[in-house]
Nanobody, 131 residues
Framework: QAQLVESGGGLVQAGASLRLSCAAS????????MGWFRQAPGKEREFVAA?????????YYADSVKGRFTISRDNAKNTVYLQMNSLKPEDTAVYYC???????????????????????WGQGTQVTVSS
C-alpha cells in the first residue's frame, strides 16, 4: 500500500550541497522510523542516516556523514529530507529512503543502521559528486 518516492538527486561538484526528499503516500502508511541508505557501484548498501519520531525525535548518522548531512521530516507533508552539505566524490551513490512501519519500532533503541528493520523502500535517486 505505501509508496516512497525519492527526489532531489543530481550531478554536483565537490563541496556543493543537495537536498533529497522522500515523499510517502498510501492510506495505511505510518513510518515510525525513516532512514536513508546509499549504494555505490560494486559496494553493499550502507546506512547514511535515520530519524525516529515516537513522541521524541531522535536522529542517527553514519560516521562518514556526521557534521555534513542532516536528516529531518515534515510530518504534515509526510516527507523526509536529507540535507547534504560539503559533498565529496565518495558520496556518489544511489540514495534510497526507507520506512519502518512495524510496531517493533516502538521499543527498538538500536539497529537503525540495518536495512532489515525497514519494510518499505523507494526506487532511489542518483547523486553524483565530481572532483
Amino acid at each position: 500500500q505505501a509508496q516512497l518516492v525519492e527526489s532531489g538527486g543530481g550531478l554536483v561538484q565537490a563541496g556543493a550541497s543537495l537536498r533529497l526528499s522522500c515523499a510517502a503516500s498510501g492510506r495505511t502508511f505510518r513510518g515510525y522510523a525513516m532512514g536513508w541508505f546509499r549504494q555505490a557501484p560494486g559496494k553493499e548498501r550502507e546506512f547514511v542516516a535515520a530519524i525516529i519520531w515516537i513522541g521524541i525525535s531522535r536522529t542517527y548518522y553514519a560516521d562518514s556523514v556526521k557534521g555534513r548531512f542532516t536528516i529531518s521530516r515534515d510530518n504534515a507533508k509526510n516527507t523526509v529530507y536529507l540535507q547534504m552539505n560539503s559533498l565529496k566524490p565518495e558520496d556518489t551513490a544511489v540514495y534510497y529512503c526507507a520506512a519502518d512501519t512495524s510496531t517493533t519500532a516502538l521499543t527498538r533503541t538500536t539497529g537503525w543502521d540495518r536495512p532489515t528493520v525497514y519494510d518499505y523502500w523507494g526506487q532511489g535517486t542518483q547523486v553524483t559528486v565530481s572532483s
